[in-house]
Each structure stands twice: as C-alpha cells, then as structure tokens.
C-alpha cells in the first residue's frame, strides 16, 4: 500500500466521512513521478473514484464505505430499501449494477434500516457476495414508523378570541430525524361548532371562533391526528386529548321591567319587586347597580346598589307626571366593564287628591245689589275650585257641576272692618252645595253694620265693608280642602270688570305623555278650564322654555266644544268649550303654555308644562368600513338609527367615547332627519364605543349591544434603525443589544391618533411571563413604508432571549404578535472565567466563579441561565455550574463550581436558549495530594510492611480525588514511583481516600502516585496562612461615583509584591477595586473604589493564590432623590410628559430602576431616558435622570429608584411622593329642574335669566 486518501463532503458546514481509498502498486515508482487520485460524491452520496497517472503502472484502487447513514444508492451499493444502511462492507467503487458485489467471496453485509423506519418482509436481512459477483439473500423493505404522540394540559377560557392558541404544541416523537410531520383533528364529532382548529405543521391548537362557553360545554375530547408522508406512503397515528373550558367571568344581563306605584308612596319605600337580571357565571359573581343620572327620573327615584332595588327618593304626583322611563344598570362587582343595560318604566297610578280652594280669590259686591228691597239671594260668582284627579274620584257631572260639594264654613268681617255684621255673618251667606256659586242671603243693614276703619277704595270704589268667607269643597270620596273668599261691598256702582279666562287642565291626545310628544311635531292638545267663550272664539297659543326663553307659536289654534274636539272620560261636560291647538317641530323640556282667548290672557290653576321627547338611539353602523370597526386617525361615516331627532333642525350635538360618564369627543354631523343622524368621527382606539345624541337638552345613548370599536392594531414588521433613524438592512439589524437602548422601528396599523401613543412590549417565544417594555414615539405616516400607516420608534429595554414577538395595545386592544423573521438579542460572549474555583479549585465544589464578558442581560431576569465546562473536545459540557446569576449587569455572571476533577476545561454559557463562544479558559480542579497510605483494616496506622505477594487492600488519603472512580486513571507505587500498579481501585471517602489492591512485588521506600483525571497526584506541602479581613473603613455611604478611599485591615495581607487583587460585591468578585497598595505591611490595604450601586457587598483580597472569607462589607450610599421638574408641563393623567428627577447617589445608570406608582397602590418599572451628573458644587454633587411620565391618576403617589444589579443587595431611596393633575370641570349643564327650583340666583348662575315676578302659570 502506497497511499491512502479519506472521502469527505462537507455539507451546510457539517462534514462528514464517506469513506476511504486504498492505492496499491507491485512496485514504488520512482522519485518526482506523480500519480492523481479524483474523487466526486453526487446528491444520493454515490461516491465515484479514479486514479490517473503513468499509464504503464499497474494499479489496484480499492474503496471502503464508513458505516455512515446512506440513502438510496449509497456508496458502492444499490439497494432496493430506502434509507438503507450498511455496515462494514468493502466494494468496488465501480459497481453500479444492482446486486453487483466485488470483494471476498463468501464475505457478509448486514442490512438495517435508518433510525425511525423498521423492517417489512423479509425480516433477515444477511447477504452473501458469491464467487460470480452477485449478493446472496433477500432485499428489504425499509419503512416508516409512524410518529408517537405526547399529550400536555389543554387548558383555554370560555372568552379567548379566535386563535388563541390552547397548550402548548403536541409533541410527537418522529424517529426519523428528517420526517416532516402533519397534524389535524378527526372529523369524529368531538370538535363540537368545529371550535377548535390546529396547525398543520406546528401542531399548535388554537382556537377557531369566539363560540366556547363554559356553561354549556365546559370541555371537548378531540381526536388529533399526526401523519409522516413519503412519496410512497404515509403512516399516521392518532390519540384523543381533552380541552377544558376555564369559566370567565361572564356580563351579566339586566332585563327591561315595568312597575306601577301609587302616586301617594311613601318616600324611601320600594318600587316594585328587584330587578330581574341573569348572569352565566355559576355561582353568580357579586352584582353593583346604577341608576344613571342622565335617566328620565330627575332625582325621583334611587336604587340600591346591591339588592338592586328601585326606590322612591321623591314625592310622586299623577296629575304632574304619569310615568318614568329609567335607565338602570348592572355590572360585574369584579369588573366594571362588564356591564348591562335596560330601560325600566314606571307607572304612577292615580290617588284620590283631596280639592284645593283656589287662594287668594276676591268678589265684589255692589251696594245697591243687596239694599233693602232688592231680590235674595244675589250671586256673588263661583268659588274657584279643582280637583286634580282626571276625573275627580266617583263623580258623575250634571251640567253646570263642578263634581265637588261645597257647604260655608265661616263668615267673619276682615281686619279693618269689625262689627259690620257682628254676630250673624254666616247668615249673610250662602253656598250652592253643587255648583259652588257664592250668595247673598238678605240685606245689609248700613245703620247698624258699616264700619270700615280706615276707609279704603277698590278700582276707585269707596269699600262699605269686607268680608272673609271661609269655605270648604269635598269631593264624593271624602277629601276636603277648604278656602277663604274676599267680598268686597263696594260703593254705588253698576260696572263690573270681566273676569280673564282661567285654564284648570291640559290633555295630550294621541296616547302622547305631556312630558314626551314626538319632536316632529303634529301633536294635538287641548286645554279647560272656565270663561272660554263660545266655541269659534279667537284663541292663540304659545309654549317656551322660561330659562331658555327659546319658545314656540302652536299650530291651528281653536275653540270648540269638548266632544267635537274628542275629549271624553267626564273630564268636563260635552258642551263645554275647550281649547285645542297642535305643536310644532320642535325641542325642549319644561315648556310653559300660554294661552289668549279673546283678547284676554288665560290664567292657569296649574302650570301647563310640555316637553318634547328625549332622542332615542336604537342602532348605530359604521358605514365606511366592511369590518364595521372604526379608522384609529378618523374619519369613519357612522349612521345613528332613532328617533325623534327634531327632524334635524334642531341643534344636535353628537358625542361618542368609550366611557359613558366622560364623552367628549364630538362628532360632525353630515346629514339629519328625525329618525337617522350620518356622523363622522375622529380619531380614537378602544372598543365600546357609544354614541350619544342630544338635542336641547336631552340625550339619548345608544344601546351597549350596539357599541362599536376601533380597529384593533396590528403590526406589519419590526426592524432595527440605523444610525440615521431609517430601518436597517444588514443583517446585524436582526440582533439587539442586551444593554437595552436600541432604536427599534415598529411598522404597522391601528395606532391610534396623533397625540395617543400606544404601550409596545415584547417576549422571547421560550419566555413569554418575561415582559419587556419599549418606550416609544411615533415618527408618523410619512415615514413608515408603504406596507404600514403609522410607525413608532421604540427603544429597547434591556433583555435576552431569541425570536422576539412585539406586540402593540391600544385602547385596550391588543396586537397579535409580529410576524417572521424576528428579532433577538445578541446571544452571550464570555471572555475570562476567575475566582477561587477557576484555578486549583477543590473538588468538592462549591467554590465561587466569576464568568465575565458581554450579552448576559439584566439581573434577576426568570430566563434559563447556565454554564457547562470540560474538556473542550466534549463540548465543555461534562460539569454544570450551580446556582449562576448575573451579578453584574450584562457583563458578569456568578456562579459556584460542581463537584468534579480535571485540567484545561473550556467553558460555555448559555442564556435564555443562547449559547456563548467556547472559552479556553483552561481552569482545573487541584492535583490529587497523597497525604498517607494506611492499612484498610487498620485507619491511622502507616502501611509500612505490604505482602509481598499482593492483593492487600490499602487506603490511599488525601485531597481533591474527586467522587468519580472511573476518572481514577492509576495508581502506582515503587521506589519512583512507577513500579507497581496498584488495582482495584475506588472512591473509599468522596474527595479523601481511594482504596485499592496491592501487585506483587517487594522493596522499601515505596512512593504511591494517584493520576486522577490526567493529574498526577503531588505529595503534601506547606503554605502560608490565608489573608484573613477585619474591617472596611468607611464601611457605609460610599460614592456611588467612585473615587473613594477604603481602608481594609485583617492580618496576612502580606506586601504589595504578593497582592494579587482586591474585590468586592455581592459575592466579593464583582468590582475590582483600584490603585490598591499594602499600606501597613500584613495588616492594612488601602483601595479606591470604582463607580457602583448596592449595599452589604463582600471584599475580598488575593494574596499569594489565597483569598479571604470573612464577610466585611461595605455599602454605596442609597439615593436619595430632591424635586420632580417638569422638562415641558407635569403631570397629565395620559402621560406621555418628560419629567426630570433630581437627588444624590444615583449611580451608574445601567444599575438603576425607576418605580412609579399607580392609583392601585402598585410600583410600575418605568424606562430612564437619560443620566446626567452636575459636578459643579463639588460638595454636592447632584444627578438628574429624565424620563417620560406614564399614564395615571392620584395624588401622594410614590417614586422610587432602586439601585443594584443584585435584588439582595440593591439600595432604594427615601419614599417621594407627586400627583397626577387634579380634574377640572369645563362646564356643567342643566339637565333636570322643577319649576318650583328655579331661584334667581341658580339661573343666573347656569347663565339662564330668572322671572322678578311670580305668576300663576309657575314663573
């Protein structure tokens, strides 16, 4: 054999060994003559080989095949099985023909197949190659396994969107390395409404559609199915797993009711049974009630919270107001916003009311009417009485009738006039018990009765006397009101002034309530009551608000009798003249009626109140979007369906918002009738979007059922930005700093409006409970690619991990996540590895080492964090480290050494799934020490006199033997130490003593020699004590910035020609103190400390390859933070303000955390913009950090900076408190008010104008 050649292919940078070639010539050729051996391999790893040279030698080239994996037409054979596999068998590399061998005769191959396919008949596979060149035995089929299932925990809520992923991924165990499996559920009925779905590659199921309920179907049992396709087949297997429903908290349902209630309940009392209201949840969650207060109740009415009971806050009155239409509401205890809404409506039942004697009512008399002589009884006129009741209770009018009894109380002679009738007033008068006319029964006699002191005139009359009649009116259900009537008897006069008009009562016909006639219009009224003339008499009519002053001329205004105009029920006699007028398109409440009959205004016993009806919103759609979600930047025509709008005429005012207490954002309005409003509306985010319409001054919000939403953010890409703020294209760009700080370009939609800016965070797909937050601003529509609408510049927060999904939430809605390629940060770089355990380390473990370099990501992160060291051919993987964590921040991780043994190990770090660069670190564990050999039966006493013939059983003691007795590579024993070769050796003391059998042998002087791991082993030596440490002087408040002078005393710190290194931190390695000097020889070390942050941190010196133990601490001074400054205005409820903090000790910024506090008590980690340092009082240094103020609300809410890599040792500051901006109110609207309530001074107030004079129509 004259030459050997090896058959590789590197593939994808894997490379792997194919086989080799074997040259052999009869004879060497001769110096400077060549030979060329070409090789090739195509893409079914068919090698092929040939040799080219002096075409007179004689060559024989002979191929092997490693027993490599090899597909169909593999190396030097052909096999009918794919994947076929062959093992140990030599061929020529120029047989191509099937069943072709070359080779020994009656040498054998066994067939197997590739991992994850298994045998079809034949099941034997050994072949023969014959002496004429051709295989003996059968072919085989290879084919494959089908895959294994392996079930998790399905778990989803009853309220999860669609694709909403359930579990994680089914894991199938596939046996072939490269099969691609396939996933679905069985159409078997189990996937009830098809609620669920899977993916087809990824094996992640997820929700379909919104329909789980866990009420009715609180779990499913689906049949998955996982297939492998080939071109020639497909094996599948199929298992059932079950899906759980979690119960959510559902809304709960409030149902529209109606109650009647007497109009004379007592205030306080109930109104009806409690409101009937469903919810899902079982056992039903705790329920809250609200009575809106925009509702047509005005304060009548209240509820109880909990019970969900209306009550009577208010006197009701039926001749007032007959019914309340009120809007109630019910929501979850737990979640406000799960909320129902309904209309209640509440009817007030008529009471028998007792009459009321109109006050204040005068008649005169004429004293020529009741002089001797004159015919009795003289009608005085009718004593002006009402009854409320509509009709007054069990009354059944005749003509003329007022339906009440009257009788005279009293007659007595008013102030002023005494003696005029003396004792037999009441025989003066009289009252007709029927119609209530007054009379004068007999004469006056002037002689004896007239006596006014002091004389007085009426209209420029001489008054003879003045009486006060008291009478009473009782209707026939027995209620009573009683009055008093002035008469005047009056000089010698035949003129009489004639009396205005006097309106008792209002009628709404059509069904209308008075409090609620159509805006539109075309509503008929009519008006009784006394003097109305005959039927045609001239009659006008105008209705107005009085705070307002906006009124209305009613329409067709007319006399006539009561039953041409339709007004029945005995209400007055059929004959009787009534007014009827009809309104006009128009708005409003509280609109007082004036009427004119005959040139005369009409009084009122009552005041005649009408209001038109509040708008009613029964639907709204969103007209320029086929998702029916509207544009976050505006513009989206939304029509509102209703009624009574005003016919659009009226000033409509249209809000919208997602909080029903607080709608500000006013819609334009493009088109109006009285039944449909086309709005436009701006731009906003957040679901529940609730319109309101209002018109004058009521308001009608559109049903919760009904609410629209905006549309959801969604994000198009994600990239780095270069340094001029574009996207960058390199594919660097795919890799973040672990430090936080890069510029991060989110391209997408749906971000809401200029001014909003929306929360952007991010996980890596193995962490998804690790959040990080960005902090952004929007770069706005121009920027962004043409893919995208709006983009954001976010900076990254400081973090780890691979494939990092960025999500954006606005109003509530949040994204899915970003789609591939991803982002990730920069994977772990280690560049040294220190600490007692790098070098010499005991093998017992235990021992601490610090990992330095760059990418480890913020401390206390619930990331995967561990390091792996050995020997670098295993991967640095035979030893785990325990306990690691990032000490300090980003560049250092900590970490105690496991139990082991060995030299020249390498070191790997892997974080959050990222493994770092392998690190020759070349650290050990120590050489094995042989401290004594014992007897094994006899511990303590030397093996001085071994048998010679062996086989004696001896202990070896010492340290760092380790605990692995396969590591023991030999011991030997001799007078140098290599004669003899003990055996049988184990691990008798973890780390302390071996035991093993002695060979034969004999001699004195025998030195024993343990190997352990490739270390031989040395014999005990002497050592200086360790430096040991007393105290760090100043021990506490130090510099965050460094620069700082500690003084350590101990003893054995030796001299400056031994100190190797002083350090400190958490576990005494993190910082490396600067320009240390031995200031008192073996006692005292002075150091300059560098910048920091954190309390209690451990020194520690190095002297001579020893280091010290004890725990002296020192601590940087904590912050201490001075003012909060607005940079531009502080401090809005939305946030998004830049504020400075400025203080003391702050720190490295990298070390520091910022806290704000929230409305709910809890501490919200906040990104720092910026660090500043003002040196110019160097007495009092001063830091300032910058950042942007997130939303919120409250006053004394906390700050707080956290200082320190590790949460064990970080220093916080003093509690500092600010507060959010107070509310202020813009402007406060009437909505309700009694005639009654209005004062002067509160319509002066609300910018209305008050009446100086009172009237009898109500001011």
């Known amino acids: 054999v004259v030459g050997t050649a090896a058959l590789t292919r590197t593939l994808n940078g894997a490379t792997t060994t194919l086989g080799s070639c074997a040259l052999t010539m009869p004879s060497l050729p001769a110096d400077g003559e060549w030979l060329r051996l070409a090789a090739s391999v195509d893409d079914t790893n068919a090698v092929s080989a040939s040799v080219s040279g002096p075409a007179a030698w004689p060559s024989a080239l002979r191929c092997t095949a490693t027993d490599v994996q090899l597909p169909f037409g593999g190396v030097g054979v052909h096999a009918r099985g794919v994947g076929a596999r062959f093992a140990n068998l030599t061929v020529d590399v120029g047989c191509e023909a099937e069943n072709v061998c070359h080779g020994v005769a009656g040498a054998s191959c066994t067939q197997t197949c590739l991992p994850g396919y298994e045998y079809t008949e034949p099941q034997s596979m050994p072949r023969l190659c014959q002496a004429d060149g051709t295989w003996a035995g059968a072919v085989g089929n290879c084919t494959l396994r089908p895959p294994e299932i392996h079930l998790g925990v399905y778990e989803v809520l009853e309220d999860a969107e669609a694709n909403t992923p359930v579990g994680a991924p089914i894991n199938v165990t596939t046996h072939a390395a490269d099969a691609v499996v396939m996933f679905a559920i069985k159409d078997d009925g189990g996937n009830v409404d098809e609620a669920f779905k899977i993916g087809l590659c990824d094996g992640q199921l997820r929700v379909r559609a919104a329909v789980l309920d866990f009420e009715t179907r609180p779990a499913y049992v689906l049949t998955v199915i996982a297939s492998i396709e080939e071109a020639e087949s497909t094996v599948s297997a199929e298992t059932q797993l079950v899906v759980t429903v979690l119960d959510a908290n559902d809304p709960p349902t409030l149902h529209a009711g109606a109650f009647v209630v007497p109009e004379d309940t007592a205030v306080g009392a109930a109104v009806g049974a409690p409101l009937n209201v469903s919810d899902a949840d079982t056992p039903r969650a705790g329920l809250v009630f609200r009575l809106y207060d925009f509702s047509s109740g005005g304060g009548t009415f209240a509820i109880d919270a909990d019970a969900g009971q209306l009550l009577l806050a208010a006197p009701l009155d039926y001749e007032t107001r007959t019914s309340y239409t009120l809007l109630v509401g019910v929501a979850d205890r737990e979640d406000a916003a799960l909320e129902s809404t309904a209309l209640v409506v509440v009817t007030v039942a008529d009471a028998n009311d007792a009459p009321v004697v109109e006050p204040g009512q005068l008649m005169q008399l004429d004293e020529t009417r009741v002089a001797s002589g004159a015919a009795f009884p003289v009608e005085l006129g009718r004593?002006?009485?009402?009854?409320?009741?509509?009709?007054?209770?069990?009354?059944?009018?005749?003509?003329?009738?007022?339906?009440?009894?009257?009788?005279?109380?009293?007659?007595?002679?008013?102030?002023?006039?005494?003696?005029?009738?003396?004792?037999?007033?009441?025989?003066?008068?009289?009252?007709?018990?029927?119609?209530?006319?007054?009379?004068?029964?007999?004469?006056?006699?002037?002689?004896?009765?007239?006596?006014?002191?002091?004389?007085?005139?009426?209209?420029?009359?001489?008054?003879?006397?003045?009486?006060?009649?008291?009478?009473?009116?009782?209707?026939?259900a027995g209620a009573t009101g009683a009055g008093t009537v002035r008469v005047y008897l009056l000089a010698n006069s035949s003129t009489f002034p004639v009396a205005a008009p006097v309106v008792r009562g209002m009628a709404v016909m059509g069904g209308f309530d008075a409090t609620a006639v159509p805006t539109a219009g075309g509503t008929r009224v009519l008006f009784y009551g006394e003097r109305f003339g005959a039927p045609g008499a001239a009659v006008s009519a105008r209705y107005g608000n009085l705070r307002t002053g906006r009124s209305f001329d009613a329409a067709a205004c007319a006399t006539k009798t009561a039953a041409a105009a339709g007004l029945t029920g005995g209400v007055v006699a059929p004959s009787a003249t009534v007014v009827q007028c009809t309104t006009v398109a128009g708005y409003g409440t509280e609109l007082v009626w004036t009427l004119t009959i005959g040139g005369q205004t009409a009084n009122a016993a009552a005041p005649l109140i009408l209001a038109y009806a509040p708008p009613s919103v029964t639907g709204v759609t969103a007209l320029d979007s086929p998702s029916g979600r509207l544009a976050t930047a505006g513009g989206t025509r939304v029509r509102i369906t209703g009624s009574n709008f005003a016919g659009g005429?009226?000033?409509?005012?249209?809000?919208?918002?997602?909080?029903?207490?607080?709608?500000?954002?006013?819609?334009?309005?493009e088109a109006a009738s009285d039944s449909a409003l086309t709005v436009r509306v701006g731009a906003g985010v957040g679901t529940g979007v609730r319109m309101q319409v209002t018109v004058g001054e009521r308001s009608s919000l559109s049903p919760a059922v009904s609410a629209l939403a905006y549309e959801r953010p969604a994000v198009v890409s994600v990239l780095v930005a270069d340094a001029s703020g574009a996207a960058a294209a390199s594919p660097r760009v795919w890799t973040l700093a672990t430090t936080g700080g890069d510029t991060v370009l989110v391209n997408g939609t749906g971000f809401g409006p200029n001014g909003y800016l929306p929360t952007v965070s991010y996980v890596a797909a193995a962490y998804p409970a690790v959040v990080y937050a960005a902090t952004c601003r929007k770069l706005g529509a121009a920027a962004a690619p043409a893919t995208a609408d709006l983009l954001l510049a976010c900076t990254t927060a400081p973090g780890v991990g691979v494939d990092l999904a960025w999500t954006v939430t606005a109003g509530g809605?949040?994204?899915?996540?970003?789609?591939e390629p991803r982002l990730s940060f920069a994977a772990p770089a280690i560049i040294s590895v220190t600490g007692t355990g790098a070098v010499a380390a005991s093998t017992v473990g235990g021992q601490s080492v610090a990992i330095r370099g760059a990418g480890f990501g913020p401390p206390g992160l619930a990331v995967a964090l561990s390091a792996t060291y050995g020997p670098a051919a295993g991967g640095a993987s035979e030893y785990t480290a325990a306990e690691c964590y990032v000490s300090a921040f980003d560049v250092q991780v900590s970490c105690l050494t496991a139990e082991g043994t060995g030299s020249g190990h390498a070191w790997v770090l892997r974080v959050a799934g990222q493994a770092s660069n392998m690190l020759d670190a070349d650290t050990s564990y120590g050489v094995p020490v042989v401290a004594a050999v014992e007897g094994a039966d006899a511990p303590g006493t030397a093996a001085i006199a071994l048998d010679t013939q062996g086989l004696e059983l001896v202990a070896i003691r010492g340290r760092n033997f380790g605990n692995d007795a396969s590591k023991v590579d030999s011991v030997t024993y001799g007078a140098t130490g290599a004669e003899f070769v003990a055996s049988g050796c184990f691990i008798a003391t973890a780390h302390q003593a071996l035991k093993c059998l002695t060979a034969p042998g004999a001699g004195v002087g025998l030195q024993f020699v343990v190997t352990i791991d490739g270390q031989r082993s040395t014999n005990p030596t002497a050592a200086y004590a360790p430096p040991s440490l007393v105290s760090a002087t100043p021990s506490a408040d130090l510099s965050p910035r460094g620069g700082q002078h500690v003084v350590l005393a101990g003893a054995n710190l030796a001299s400056d020609a031994h100190l190797e290194s002083v350090t400190y931190g958490p576990a005494g390695t993190e910082y490396f103190a600067r320009d240390c000097a031995v200031t008192a020889p073996g006692a005292e070390i002075t150091c300059t400390t560098v910048p920091g942050a954190g309390h209690s941190y451990r020194w520690v010196v190095t002297v001579g390859g020893q280091r010290s133990e004890e725990d002296v601490t020192t601590s940087y001074a904590a912050p201490a933070i001075i003012d909060l400054a607005p940079i531009t205005t502080c401090c809005s409820t939305a946030g998004g303000e830049r504020v400075a903090l400025s203080g003391r000790n702050f720190g490295p910024r990298e070390l520091l955390r910022l806290e704000v506090g929230d409305a709910d008590g809890a501490l919200v980690p906040t990104q720092i913009a910026s660090l500043t340092q003002d040196d110019s009082d160097p007495d009092d240094p001063r830091d300032r950090i910058e950042f942007v103020l997130p939303p919120g609300q409250g006053a004394e809410l906390p700050i707080r900076l956290l200082a320190g890599s590790d949460p064990a040792h970080q220093t916080q500051s003093a509690p500092f408190t600010f507060g959010y901006s107070p509310p202020t109110l813009g402007r406060i609207v009437l909505d309700q008010l009694e005639p009654a309530q209005w004062t002067p001074s509160l319509l002066a107030h609300f910018g209305g104008r008050s009446n100086s004079s009172s009237s009898s129509s109500g001011g």
Request: charge should be negative; hydrophobic fraction near 40%.
């Open 383 to 476: 004593i002006s009485a009402a009854d409320a009741d509509s009709p007054p209770a069990n009354v059944t009018f005749s003509s003329g009738s007022t339906g009440l009894a009257f009788r005279l109380v009293a007659a007595r002679s008013a102030e002023g006039s005494e003696g005029l009738l003396g004792d037999a007033n009441a025989t003066y008068f009289g009252v007709d018990n029927e119609t209530g006319v007054l009379r004068v029964l007999r004469a006056v006699d002037y002689e004896t009765d007239y006596s006014i002191n002091p004389p007085s005139t009426v209209d420029g009359r001489v008054v003879r006397g003045v009486w006060d009649v008291d009478v009473e009116a009782a209707d026939a």
């Open 649 to 669: 005429t009226a000033p409509i005012q249209v809000k919208y918002g997602t909080d029903v207490a607080a709608l500000t954002s006013a819609a334009s309005i």
């Open 813 to 819: 809605q949040q994204s899915l996540p970003s789609p």
